[in-house]
Nanobody, 127 residues
Framework: QVQLVESGGGLVQAGGSLRLSCAASGRTFSSYAMGWFRQAPGKEREFVAA????????YYADSVKGRFTISRDNAKNTVYLQMNSLKSEDTAVYYCAAATIATMNVAPVGVYNYNYWGQGTQVTVSS
């Protein structure tokens, strides 16, 4: 079991930056691939970024590639999402998620591959 708590959301102007953090409980953080997803009002939850257990592999949605960076610090049980050049279409609730996976260097990108979810943090980008 792992519990996830996101922080760092807020209101920012278009073109600005935010860094989201997700702190995980427990001593087995490095056993999980980690992902960030988002859900805008009236839309389905969508994949944003994922990172492998080792941190050596990262994956991004096309819509955020080149603007967002996912990273993790296994010593601090934390995963981050650095978001730059934010656009109004990035407005959503952002969720951190953990996937139980045996392989060190891959991470899933599908919502249904993730076992554990945080409560979400609101990101609002004003144009």
């Amino acid at each position: 079991q792992v519990q996830l708590v996101e922080s760092g959301g807020g209101l920012v102007q278009a073109g600005g930056s935010l860094r989201l953090s997700c702190a995980a409980s427990g001593r087995t953080f490095s056993s999980y691939a980690m992902g960030w997803f988002r859900q805008a009002p009236g839309k389905e939850r969508e994949f944003v970024a994922a990172i492998s257990r080792s941190g050596g592999r990262t994956y991004y949605a096309d819509s955020v590639k080149g603007r967002f960076t996912i990273s993790r610090d296994n010593a601090k049980n934390t995963v981050y999402l650095q978001m730059n050049s934010l656009k109004s279409e990035d407005t959503a609730v952002y969720y951190c998620a953990a996937a139980t996976i045996a392989t060190m260097n891959v991470a899933p990108v599908g919502v249904y591959n993730y076992n554990y979810w945080g409560q979400g943090t609101q990101v609002t980008v004003s144009s």
